[in-house]
Nanobody, 121 residues
């Protein structure tokens, strides 16, 4: 099994910054993609950003360049740098890891328990 543990959340003022971290452990071989999702109260979980094993990043259009995802594969860690935070960014942020098996045309997703980010004045 794969375990994901997020950290770095907290309460910040609008316009502030946070950096989230996610450390993977367990049976982590073959992980192809890692990413971040978020879920606000009463809303569906939504994609924030993903990064591939080749270090190619992709972002939700609504973020407009405020967030940056990065990774350190040697440390089995993925980061999310969040700048110019807005109240609408308030949510629980979840780390995700995906293993693709091309031979069987299947994928397996793993999730952390989440870290709370609150943006408020």
């Amino acid at each position: 099994q794969v375990q994901l543990v997020e950290s770095g959340g907290g309460l910040v003022q609008p316009g502030g910054s946070l950096r989230l971290s996610c450390v993977a452990s367990g049976s982590i071989s073959g992980i192809n993609v890692m990413g971040w999702y978020r879920q606000a109260p009463g809303k569906q979980r939504e994609l924030v950003a993903t990064i591939t094993s080749g270090n190619t990043a992709a972002y939700a259009d609504s973020l407009k360049g405020r967030f940056t995802i990065s990774r350190d594969w040697a440390k089995n860690t993925v980061y999310l740098q969040m700048n110019n935070l807005k109240p609408e960014d308030t949510a629980v942020y979840y780390c995700n890891a995906t293993r693709h098996n091309l031979a069987t045309r299947t994928r397996t997703d793993y999730w952390g328990r989440g870290t709370q980010v609150t943006v408020s004045s």
